[in-house]
């Protein structure tokens, strides 16, 4: 295994030098959600709670302030709505309070582009058009449990698709016999015959390894239910009529077709992590990040799962006036543009830094300079740990975290040591007690395979 043996990482971490841990050493313009949100509720004195609702299933409710300012609400009522929409997911968005405020949001959300494409998405993944009502009682807090038991026994294949390589694991009673990484694009892809294809030579490469495949566990970006793909991150460029036709149910028809009778489970590549986090290291209340090609999420409270859809890469972070915008979604300060390869890539390019390649190649030369020691990228791998940090506090207003594992190509190597630390500092500071730690290099990188394998009911 290539495990560490305790939950921290196991090597000395350098400390950026002089501007303190917390600040931003490029980004200038960075306004973190978290502080900006905090010194709102300080000022706001009507509470209010939002609550979304998927079905009868998932109920989450939240209560914060507004002030008699309700422009100045709204910008903050927005983005803790888009950020429930993406964390727990739902169709149903109660309102309790103020009714001359409710009134108001009605107006406001019929014109608000970046709410409307996110209710246009969650239409899309459960079917049903979204709703926002005035209600008299703030419903009670419910969670769709799913409790996971892990195990290595016997002849298992792990698979993690990624937005630009697909890691594939084959593991007889925990021995590793085979890892493979392929470089893919599916992201750029129209046709999804492509991702069928992908998945598929992955799989097929790795049973030539085993004498027999007992199960199948595959890690993926996107959202998840009863191995279907809702929402496929991966599958961008795939008409909308294809993506429901084909795209969602990709892994039960490949299955189906070429490993009937196997056991298999998929899974959100964030709660792959945080499963992998609460069973190999022991830990609870757990917030999974991997930071690649985009942010991916997942949470862990006593070796379950909550139901939620922990899409955190569509979060807002940033309120400055000039936050990134979600590639797809288009909402302003969104995770995925900070905390990921375009995330660094995109700091490091505007700072002066001249790249070549697409993402992955990008990477790779800025990790190359990191351990090279060069200042402007280890400034801006310092960014990266100040934009954790501030997300980590913004997550835990939703999230009862103790602990968060970090996985993902971003955190490999000198780069990934600083980015940890700067974002353990900004927890320090602000006496905020929860251990943010990560895995040796090899698991960094084919860690969410080497748990997807152990993911599916094999019997044994």
Same mark, same amino acid.
């Given at each position: ?13 350098p ?28 000022e ?52 309790? +309070?103020s009714? $001359? ?9 019929? *014109? =608000?582009?970046? /709410? &409307?494409? @996110?209710?246009k ?26 409790p ?9 294949? +792990?698979?993690? $698709? ?9 593991? *007889? =009673?925990?021995? /590793? &016999?085979? @890892?493979?990484?392929i ?65 969602r ?20 590549d ?27 999420g ?20 940033d ?99 600083i ?42």
């Amino acid at each position: 295994m290539f495990l560490c043996s305790r939950g921290y990482i196991l090597y000395p971490i350098p400390r950026m030098k002089g501007d303190g841990m917390r600040e931003t050493l490029l980004d200038k313009d960075f306004k973190p959600m978290i502080d900006s949100f905090e010194s709102f509720q300080r000022e706001a004195k009507e509470p209010i709670t939002l609550t979304i609702k998927r079905g009868e299933e998932v109920v989450f409710p939240f209560t914060m302030r507004i002030t008699s300012n309700f422009d100045k609400s709204y910008f903050y009522v927005k983005r803790i709505l888009l950020s429930l929409l993406w964390m727990v997911g739902g169709e149903k968005i109660l309102y309790h +309070g103020s009714s $001359l405020f409710y009134h108001y949001l009605e107006k406001r959300f019929q *014109k =608000d582009e970046e /709410i &409307l494409s @996110s209710f246009k998405e969650m239409k899309k993944i459960y079917s049903r058009p979204i709703s926002f009502e005035r209600v008299e009682e703030t419903p009670k807090r419910k969670d769709k449990n799913n409790p996971f038991r892990i195990s290595f026994t016997g002849c298992r294949i +792990g698979l993690d $698709l990624g937005g630009s390589d697909r890691k594939a694991i084959a593991l *007889k =009673d925990k021995k /590793i &016999l085979y @890892s493979e990484e392929i470089l893919w694009s599916p992201k750029e892809q129209s046709d999804p015959l492509y991702h069928y294809l992908g998945t598929l030579d992955s799989l097929t490469r790795a049973k030539k390894h085993l004498p027999h495949v007992d199960g199948i566990g595959i890690s993926t970006a996107g959202i998840v239910e009863n191995n279907e793909l809702l929402l496929g991150a991966l599958y961008a460029k795939v008409p909308e009529e294809k993506k429901q036709k084909e795209a969602r149910h990709v892994f039960v028809n490949l299955m189906k077709e070429h490993f009937p009778s196997i056991p298999f489970q998929v899974q959100n590549d964030g709660d792959v992590s945080a499963l992998g986090a609460s069973a190999l290291y022991h830990k609870n209340k757990v917030l999974g990040l991997s930071l690649g090609t985009s942010l991916a999420g997942g949470y862990v409270k006593d070796s379950s799962l909550n139901g939620w859809i922990n899409e955190l890469s569509k979060v807002p972070i940033d309120v400055s006036k000039k936050a990134r915008k979600h590639c797809v979604l288009g909402m302003e300060g969104a995770a995925s543009e900070y905390l990921s390869q375009k995330g660094i890539v995109f700091l490091l390019e505007k700072n002066g830094l001249s790249l070549e390649g697409d993402l992955p190649h990008k990477l790779l030369q800025i990790q190359k300079l990191a351990e090279e020691g060069d200042p402007l990228v280890l400034k801006g791998y310092h960014d990266m740990g100040a934009y954790l940090g501030s997300a980590i506090r913004y997550f835990s207003l939703f999230y009862d975290i103790e602990s968060v594992f970090l996985l993902g190509r971003v955190m490999s190597g000198k780069g990934g040591k600083i980015l940890l630390e700067t974002a353990l500092e900004n927890l320090r500071e602000k006496k905020i007690r929860i251990d943010i730690f990560s895995a040796s290099e090899a698991f960094k990188r084919l860690g969410q395979a080497y748990i997807a394998a152990s993911l599916p009911d094999i019997g044994k």
